[in-house]
């Protein structure tokens, strides 16, 4: 169901080992932002209880980001708000992509990373470009 026609920026949804809750989503980098010409993947991971329970996202690129745990690629999960069966694997998709886009030192996991952004916003610009250069092939 989720085509590419309504994200454009998803280059591809692989399942993980051919498990059928865990997705490897792998999505372009936003133009005119730090992680522009990256290429990154975001596992998503189902629990038994969705869709009455949110899926854990964790990025598998490293990714220089407030609201991404840089070690092990956790997605803060306050950044999906209220969870409730409404809501969509596209919703968190979107939710991911539109942090990328529009990078905000609100819910953070790294409170360093989200201080540079907040008061060095220059340095930060390019700390997410080194890393997204490095990393995000």
Not at 60 to 74: D, F, K, L, N
Not at 75 to 88: D, F, I, R
Not at 107 to 130: G, Q, R, S, T, V
Request: charged share 20%.
């Amino acid at each position: 169901k989720l085509a590419s026609e309504s994200l454009p920026y998803v280059v591809s949804i692989d399942t993980v080992n051919d498990d059928l809750f865990v997705w490897d989503v792998t999505l372009k980098g936003p133009e005119n932002s730090p992680y522009e010409n990256g290429k990154f993947v975001l596992r998503l991971q189902f629990p038994a209880q969705y869709p009455f329970k949110a899926p854990q996202l964790l990025f598998q690129t490293t990714v220089y980001h407030p609201s991404v745990q840089t070690a092990t690629g956790e997605v803060c999960s306050a950044v999906l708000g209220t969870w409730g069966p409404t809501l969509t694997a596209e919703h968190c998709i979107m939710t991911v992509y539109s942090l990328l886009q529009d990078p905000s030192p609100e819910h953070p996991l790294e409170h360093d990373i989200a201080e540079m952004l907040a008061n060095k916003p220059k340095e930060f610009e390019k700390m997410a470009k080194k890393y997204t250069k490095e990393y995000a092939k």
